[in-house]
T-cell receptor, first 108, second 113 residues
Framework: SQQGEEDPQALSIQEGENATMNCSYK?????LQWYRQNSGRGLVHLIL?????REKHSGRLRVTLDTSKKSSSLLITASRAADTASYFC????????FGKGTRLHILP | EAQVTQNPRYLITVTGKKLTVTCSQN?????MSWYRQDPGLGLRQIYY???????DKGDVPEGYKVSRKEKRNFPLILESPSPNQTSLYFC????????????FGPGTRLTVL
């Protein structure tokens, strides 16, 4: 399978803590994207990082990319209950490969 | 409002009965795509389209057909549905390719008995 792998598969943390999710992939990329999905709904785009970028920020989100290790990480700082969702990485230009996702649960 | 719409949202059908799931976007996007989502497997791409009359296979195209006769519409056709096609289906579109942000529809939950 060409699917990327997110890890961990599931993560529970206290509100206010930081959450880190990782994504590994097998073939070279031009860009990598992260998406969020709330309970069975459509995915929402979070951030895109290109292969020549090492780090990108968007609000409380920080994404890093290490092309030598073929991996990316998504950091959510100061987590909130509303961050409870599944998070997916996706790679590809036209044919898109999604990972299997990390289920994040923020505990009150 | 910019959006991707899918119909129906829920469908229960029987093996072998042809069905079509419609997808429409109002953002003048060139790229459209269909995915299925199954527990533990994440999203897998079925077909995608770079523009009108241009379609290509994704990772799991078997048992599905698509067409792109107009820019805004990208229907998914199951000629002879089988129980292993029971899944949650998503349509998505983006400006010019999969490299751009994709906008997802609300999903269609299909059950094939």
């Amino acid at each position: 399978s060409q699917q990327g792998e997110e890890d961990p598969q599931a993560l529970s943390i206290q509100e206010g803590e930081n959450a880190t999710m990782n994504c590994s992939y097998k073939t070279s990329i031009n860009n990598l994207q992260w998406y969020r999905q709330n309970s069975g709904r459509g995915l929402v785009h979070l951030i895109l990082i290109r292969s020549n970028e090492r780090e990108k920020h968007s609000g409380r989100l920080r994404v890093t990319l290490d092309t030598s290790k073929k991996s990316s990480s998504l950091l959510i700082t100061a987590s909130r209950a509303a961050d409870t969702a599944s998070y997916f990485c996706a790679k590809g230009d036209d044919k898109i490969i999604f990972g299997k996702g990390t289920r994040l649960h923020i505990l009150p | 409002e910019a959006q991707v719409t899918q119909n129906p949202r829920y469908l229960i059908t029987v093996t072998g009965k042809k069905l079509t799931v419609t997808c429409s976007q109002n953002m003048n996007h060139e790229y459209m795509s269909w995915y299925r989502q199954d527990p533990g497997l994440g999203l897998r791409q079925i077909y995608y389209s770079m523009n009108v009359e241009v379609t290509d296979k994704g990772d799991v195209p078997e048992g599905y057909k698509v067409s792109r006769k107009e820019k805004r519409n990208f229907p998914l056709i199951l000629e002879s549905p089988s129980p292993n096609q029971t899944s949650l289906y998503f349509c998505a579109s983006s400006l010019s390719s999969g490299m751009n942000e994709q906008f997802f529809g609300p999903g269609t939950r299909l059950t094939v008995l």
